[in-house]
């Protein structure tokens, strides 16, 4: 057998070894740019042979896009109240310098609890 013909044989069983995994994409739509970078991830995995699902808890209606152009998307209202983070000042007012993020009412604490109840 020619050395062509090793390499091809080589070639065939080395790309059959391929693995391929199904992944979930948890994707809250937290903000325009974090859902097209999630999506870019999913197109991503999928062009590299992987059965992707994308998972969209809605935490802002006002965020419609999920990001991907190919992979399959389960969105899913998950807001008892829809406007509680449209109305928080990390949404209306996210440049106030007063408005501490970590520490006020409204900041970190309310999206901790907004989170952990779309995971819910």
């Known amino acids: 057998m020619s050395t062509i013909g090793v390499l091809f044989v080589f070639a065939v069983c080395l790309f059959g070894y391929t693995k391929s995994y199904k ?9 325009h ?7 870019k991830i999913a197109d991503t995995l999928l062009d590299a042979g ?3 699902l994308v998972y969209v808890p809605v935490v802002d209606p006002d965020v419609p896009t999920n990001g991907t152009k190919r992979a399959p998307v389960l969105r899913v209202d998950v807001m008892d109240d829809p ?3 449209s109305t928080s000042p990390i ?3 996210p440049f106030n310098e007063n408005f501490d993020f970590l520490n006020d ?5 309310l999206l901790g ?4 109840h779309a995971c819910t």
């Open 33 to 39: 740019s974090h859902c097209n970078f999630m999506g």
């Open 91 to 93: 949404k209306s007012d």
């Open 105 to 109: 009412e409204g900041g970190i604490q």
């Open 23 to 31: 992944v979930l994409i948890y994707s809250p739509t937290i903000g």
């Open 83 to 85: 406007t509680l983070f």
């Open 113 to 116: 609890k907004m989170l952990a």
């Open 50 to 52: 992987h059965e992707v």
